[in-house]
């Protein structure tokens, strides 16, 4: 089965890793979206993203990391996607997240599946990894190597 994770990853975290990871376990097949929201201010652009979760990801046999533009559950459909997998971690995430599967449901029947935040990444999110690296703070515990690598490459600019 192919399994469906989506997220903007600016960038890639291990709380991102874990969960791509236990789906791969569970589902065989990953497809990893790399979507843009016009509202957000990035720290890498679109093809940094996608090549930092490529890096991260290129021990998980048969991974997919695509460009993601208009609907997820078109998206999904297109490349024969079985269902979306998300990762929760707060109650806030779990209210954000059921309007989402309600919806994606509702226009086209997929399914989208939680897997809990693993213990030592419940607080992480890439906001908080954006905030302490722009201000100099090590975050080598939360992400993966390549991303300590492109973010120490950034700083020395
Ligand atoms: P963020 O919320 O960190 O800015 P994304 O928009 O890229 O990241 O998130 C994509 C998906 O990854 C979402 O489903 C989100 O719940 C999940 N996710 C993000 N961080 C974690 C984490 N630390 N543990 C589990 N899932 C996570």
Same mark, same amino acid.
């Given at each position: ?46 093809? !940094? ?49 059921? !309007?989402?599967?309600?919806?994606? !449901? ?52």
């Amino acid at each position: 089965m192919l399994a469906l994770c989506a997220g903007s990853f600016d960038p890639i975290t291990l709380g991102h890793v874990d969960i791509i990871e236990r789906a791969h376990a569970l589902f065989g097949q990953v497809l990893v979206a790399v979507g843009t929201n016009s509202t957000k201010e990035y720290l890498f652009d679109y093809e !940094q993203r996608m090549e930092l979760v490529r890096g991260a990801l290129g021990h998980l046999p048969g991974l997919k990391v695509e460009p993601l533009s208009g609907l997820l559950v078109d998206f999904a459909r297109e490349h024969g996607a079985t269902m979306i997998v998300k990762g929760l971690r707060f109650a806030s995430d779990f209210d954000f997240e059921l !309007q989402q599967a309600h919806m994606n !449901q509702s226009l086209t029947g997929i399914e989208t599946v939680y897997l809990p935040a693993s213990k030592g990444y419940v607080t992480l999110s890439s906001t908080i990894i954006r905030q302490v690296s722009k201000l100099g703070g090590d975050v080598s515990g939360y992400v993966p190597a390549n991303v300590l690598e492109a973010i120490t490459a950034r700083r020395g600019r």
